[in-house]
């Protein structure tokens, strides 16, 4: 029989950190949700769920991080909360907010997504 030794305090591997850009009008309707739905002192937090016609989905929810978490600073006290798993996926991440008679709301720009549905919603 052998004997396996764990040290206790041994760090687990760093997550390589990502980058997330949130533009200037983003961050006004985010900062503008925090205050509306008083979210206050939690993150927004992106991740990518299983699903939708291509495959992948964007979630978006305010969250506080967990210990594993990676927590961007996007200016003027907006935090973006991206867990492990999805980090790979959404690193380049861009989230604009589009204001138009066409289409309002937040866009997504990912340079990791390979096919993008036609609603902009899931990827591939």
Known sequence: MSATLVHLGAKMPETPKIDVT????AR?????LVEREH????GLRISVQ????????????????GDRDQIIDAGEGLRVIVDPASSQ????LEID???????????????NAKSVCSCGKSFS
């Open 22 to 25: 949130v533009t200037p009008s």
């Open 28 to 32: 006004e309707q985010f900062l503008r």
């Open 39 to 42: 979210q206050e002192g939690k």
């Open 50 to 65: 299983g699903g939708g016609c291509s495959g992948l989905v964007y979630d978006m929810a305010f969250d506080r991080p």
């Open 89 to 92: 996926v959404l690193n380049g």
């Open 97 to 111: 907010f589009v204001l138009s008679l066409e289409a309002s709301g937040f866009k997504i720009r990912n340079p």
